[in-house]
């Protein structure tokens, strides 16, 4: 699809009265967080990898998102957990490494190689199998691969993209808030600070109207 | 922004945190662990945050102990989704049963002033039927309250919080007009208006706990839109920045990063005082009352966590029924895409409200109410939706969310019964603290099934009345946490009596939606504090009668 929101970043707004302090401490971390190591193996975060290019694909026009380090955040990083899980998933950390290692597993008794050589296709068709329930590979045993995906998988990568101010451009949400907040709350009115929707109809292009978006 | 919070309690050394200045500071009377306060409060949210104050203000000294950090959301709330999980009570649980809830930003709040830190501030008054549905509705069972006497505390907290609401509420007995001015509709709020008026019935700006206009240190609200995050402006009229303020005046102290692990009971069968963990260790603090104020979930397990050879199936729970008929609230959606911008993430996220079916009864094939409102996803909240309840992933997803401004959804708070498989009990494993986990089990019944049936049919001829195409509905979500130590009338079939008392233990008392014995279809936060209200008012009565 093309990009709905031409020129439209919403970091634009890191200066503006949009963004307070403490966001900005956030988002700044953010943008520079690096993948922690320890956690899983070379093998599992290759899978990761290629998993979140699945769940998550990035527009190419975009820039790009640290996903699979926000993931990675998300088992360390003691506030972002969620702490809540359903009878015969084990912790967070715990499961995601099942998880990984039941993906690799399945692609090698399907396909003959690991999940991160799969052509695109191939990749889809394994994950709506574990979506589905049809997973075959014995490493599942240890892992109820739907409550996998439902409760962990899809949300915890959803989770992570999401959190990333590319993402948000790419969706036209305004983005932080705080204190500035918001006027023109109608139908089709936008503040200038928030971003112009593509409509070639229209005399002035998004890209100039957008121009005042920060 | 200063990371302490999270590590270092806050509230000590004769100071609490001023919610209202960055870095500022008020003074706090402190207490002596060896001297017997009247009042330790385990929790300080809706609950035990309200009745803090008003205990306080009645002159009794009180001690409230929060497990989680004190904020200062000028300083310390960022406008970020994944940031603010911070808020939240992530604290291992497990969740089973047929329908496994979820939790954490759902319905749990883990700060001092609770999960009215990050609530939708939707402030509603039950039905007066309600209070007595077995009889009355046929349903569920009594409240030990009237309402006309609820009526009288709605009015208290609705003028403490200054609720910004219309002038005339389309539904109900008479009531004061709301203290401050409804809050502009945002375009979400007016496709939920359209869309009711099209199907017949009334609608009215929702009642919400955001400020309309100035109210002491706080400001209006700037329709940011992150309420469900924490409100950084401070115009959320939160536990935090109304009634603790008040407590702290009123010489209440509050402990912080205090997590609660076990009540004490001494040998005549009275309550002692409590043991919590702060600073890396175990302390006792003794007290001739205790209330337990930890929500639907953390009373429970605390009243089960204190078994003692007197009392070896935990307090307050000679009946059996502490942590049985868990309700929680039904929360299923319907969403459409429309032509117009709406971009719902500006705004409060329910501004507007239609409670017909919660004052209707006839044509329904269920028992119970349900109320629905506007909605205002963040972006991960919809991506999860999008992904959870729609099934989309891939290019699907990012493609779905790049439309994401022409999206509109109404979202049900629908009547669970109670019911007592829907329980909290101990799991075998144990947190960060050696305290048992809880196991949350519970499961959707049929009743409420035909309500939600029902619920999504209405919701989606409102959207479809106002233009929405490619409708679909989100089917799995709940909301809210009520029931697990129900009040009535007798200590055979209840928790608590009408004050929230123990019927077992005269000076352990019960403050937050665990007493509630039906949930109703409205939100609880009001409720809640209302009843905080009226069980300090019974305890100053009880006092001066010398029968505490």
Not at chain 1, 1 to 17: E, I, K
Not at chain 2, 82 to 94: E, F, G, M, S, V
Not at chain 2, 275 to 284: D, K, L, S, V
Request: with cysteine.
């Amino acid at each position: 699809m093309a990009d709905r929101f031409p020129d439209y970043d919403v970091l634009t707004q890191r200066d503006t009265p949009s963004w307070n302090a403490a966001t900005r401490e956030v988002i700044d971390a953010r943008l520079r967080l690096g993948e922690a190591t320890g956690l899983l193996t070379a093998v599992q975060i290759a899978t990761l990898r290629a998993l979140a290019e699945r769940i998550v694909p990035q527009p190419e026009q975009r820039a790009p998102v640290n996903t699979v380090a926000l993931l990675l955040a998300s088992l360390t990083d003691a506030t972002a957990g969620e702490g809540y899980r359903p009878a015969g998933l084990p912790p967070a950390r715990e499961a995601w490494a099942r998880g990984l290692d039941a993906i690799e597993a399945e692609a090698r008794l399907v396909h003959g190689r690991g999940f991160a050589a799969l052509p695109p296709e191939a990749a889809d068709t394994l994950l709506a199998a574990i979506e589905n329930g049809t997973v075959r590979a014995c490493e599942w045993q240890q892992l109820p691969p739907r409550l996998f995906w439902s409760w962990r998988l899809l949300p915890d990568l959803v989770a992570a993209y999401f959190a990333h101010p590319s993402a948000w451009s790419a969706m036209g949400f305004g983005g932080p808030a705080s204190p500035r907040g918001y006027v023109r709350l109608a139908a089709d009115r936008r503040d200038p600070w928030e971003a112009a929707e593509r409509d070639d109809g229209r005399l002035l292009p998004a890209p100039f109207r957008n121009r005042h978006a920060r | 922004m200063r990371a302490d919070a999270l590590t270092t309690p806050r509230a000590a050394n004769g100071r609490a945190p001023d919610v209202f200045e960055p870095g500022g500071w008020v003074p706090m009377r402190e207490h002596r662990e060896q001297d017997e306060v009247d009042f330790a409060i385990v929790g300080t949210g809706a609950g035990g945050g309200t009745l803090a104050c008003k205990l306080a203000e009645a002159g009794f000294s009180v001690v409230a102990f929060d497990a989680g950090a004190y904020w200062r959301p000028l300083e310390d709330f960022a406008s970020d989704e994944r940031h603010q999980a911070k808020l939240y009570w992530t604290d291992d649980r497990i969740v089973d049963g047929p329908d496994p809830l979820k939790l954490g930003s759902n319905n749990s709040g883990k700060s001092v002033g609770g999960s009215t830190v990050h609530f939708a501030m939707v402030s509603l008054r039950f039905r007066p039927e309600w209070f007595k549905s077995r009889t009355k509705l046929g349903y569920g069972v009594d409240w030990p309250i009237d309402w006309r006497e609820m009526w009288r505390y709605y009015a208290e907290v609705e003028e403490a919080l200054k609720i910004a609401g219309p002038v005339r509420y389309p539904w109900g007995p008479k009531r004061p007009r709301y203290p401050y001015r409804a809050h502009p509709l945002n375009a979400a709020a007016e496709h939920l208006a359209r869309g009711a008026e099209a199907l017949g019935t009334d609608w009215a700006e929702t009642p919400i706990a955001t400020l309309s206009a100035p109210h002491g240190k706080a400001h209006p609200c700037v329709y940011r839109g992150m309420c469900v995050i924490g409100c950084s402006t401070n115009a959320k009229q939160s536990v935090l920045v109304t009634w603790l303020p008040r407590a702290l005046a009123a010489g209440a102290e509050i402990r912080d990063l205090a997590m609660v692990g076990r009540i004490e009971m001494g040998p005549n069968g009275r309550a002692t005082g409590v043991h919590y963990h702060r600073e890396g260790e175990w302390r006792f603090q003794r007290a001739k009352n205790v209330v337990v104020a930890g929500y639907a979930i953390e009373t429970p397990r605390l009243l089960l966590n204190s078994a003692c050879s007197r009392f070896p199936d935990g307090l307050a729970n000679r009946s059996g029924l502490v942590g049985r008929n868990l309700m929680v609230q039904l929360n299923q959606a319907v969403w459409g895409q429309v032509d117009e911008e709406i971009r719902s993430y500006k705004g409060p996220p329910s501004l507007a409200i239609n409670e017909h079916w919660n004052y209707a009864d006839a044509g329904k094939d269920y028992h119970g109410g349900w109320a629905y409102m506007s909605q205002g996803p963040l972006p991960i909240s919809w991506a999860r939706s999008l992904s959870g309840g729609r099934g989309l992933w891939g290019r699907a997803l990012i493609d779905e969310m790049a439309r994401s401004n022409h999206s509109v959804g109404l979202k049900m708070v629908g009547e669970v019964l109670p019911y007592a498989h829907n329980r909290v009990t101990l799991a075998d494993e144990t947190d960060q603290y050696g305290l048992p986990i809880p196991r949350v089990t519970f499961a959707i019944g049929d009743n409420e099934r035909r309500m939600v049936a029902h619920a999504l049919d209405f919701m989606e001829a409102s959207l479809e009345a106002t233009g929405a195409r490619e409708r679909w509905r989100e089917t799995d979500d709940t909301c809210h946490l009520n029931g697990t130590a129900r009040m009535g009338f007798d200590p055979e079939t209840s928790v608590v009596d009408a004050d929230c008392r123990s019927w077992d233990v005269p000076n352990l008392w019960i403050c937050d939606g665990s007493v509630f014995p039906t949930v109703g279809g409205a939100n609880p936060s009001l409720t809640i504090q209302a009843l905080a209200c009226r069980t300090a008012d019974r305890i100053k009565e009880l006092s001066r009668r010398g029968a505490l």
